[in-house]
């Protein structure tokens, strides 16, 4: 079975430009969250939708940030205009609605951003 | 205080050795509990669930302990491929999928 989707693995550019990252879920999981890692703060979650609506996007660093969900298997995080502060490893990841338990997150292999 | 805390390590342990990690846990509420895996550059990956009653994997046992909410992972006869973050993860809240990760374990088992 196809994992989590995400493309560029790599992304490499200058400061002020836009980036744009994409994700594609696993078939049939209804929840998707965009996370950053970093050395120093670790994995943060940045927004997550359920059934294609955005839920919680406090963790949206600023306005520079945005996300959509068009349809359940596409996704895509923005940032306009990027600043080398957001340098690091974005990770989607998708999960499905449990009976009782919450459902564990699959990931995909991240993009790797350097904005220079 | 952290939502869900980790002794970041490094656990540095000979081949062979067994090693725990502990996790504890800021809501009490939390009712799904998590042990995942991150290998250098690589994505975080499901290692196992933790039930109530406890539970086993192979080498690998996990442990809850709801009263004094923190969650264990024990890993038996250390392997050199078992180097790895460890990182500890409990529902955020009971609305949704959100999951709250710990700030991770780094283990590196030498031969």
């Known amino acids: 079975d196809a994992g989590v989707i995400q493309s560029p693995r790599h992304e490499v550019t200058e400061m002020g430009q836009e980036v744009t990252l994409r994700c594609k879920p696993i078939?049939?999981?209804?929840?998707l969250f965009w996370y950053r890692q970093t050395m120093m703060r670790g994995l943060e979650l940045l927004i997550y939708?359920?059934?294609?609506?955005?839920?919680?996007d406090s963790g949206m660093p600023e306005d520079r940030f945005s996300a959509k969900m068009p349809n359940a298997s596409f996704s895509t995080l923005k940032i306009q205009p990027s600043e080398p502060r957001d340098s690091a490893v974005y990770f989607c990841?998708?999960?499905?609605?449990?009976?009782?338990?919450?459902?564990?997150?699959?990931f995909g292999d991240g993009t790797r951003l350097s904005i220079l | 205080r952290k939502e869900v805390e980790q002794d970041p390590g490094p656990f540095n342990v000979p081949e062979g050795a067994t090693v725990a990690f502990n996790c504890t846990y800021s809501?009490?509420?939390?009712?799904?509990f998590f042990w995942y895996r991150q290998d250098c550059r690589k994505e975080p990956k499901l290692l196992m669930s933790?039930?109530?009653s406890g539970n086993e994997d192979g080498r690998f046992t996990a442990q809850l302990n709801r009263a004094s909410q923190y969650i264990s992972l024990l890993i038996r006869d250390s392997k050199l491929s078992d180097s790895a973050t460890y990182l500890c993860?409990?529902?955020?809240?009971?609305?949704?999928?959100?999951?709250?990760f710990g700030g991770g374990t780094r283990l590196m088992v030498k031969p």
């Open positions: 990841a998708s999960s499905r609605t449990g009976s009782v338990w919450n459902q564990p997150q699959h």
């Open positions: 939708f359920n059934n294609n609506v955005p839920i919680d």
């Open positions: 993860v409990v529902n955020h809240n009971n609305a949704g999928n959100m999951l709250t």
């Open positions: 933790v039930y109530s």
């Open positions: 809501n009490s509420a939390s009712q799904s």
């Open positions: 078939s049939g999981h209804d929840y």
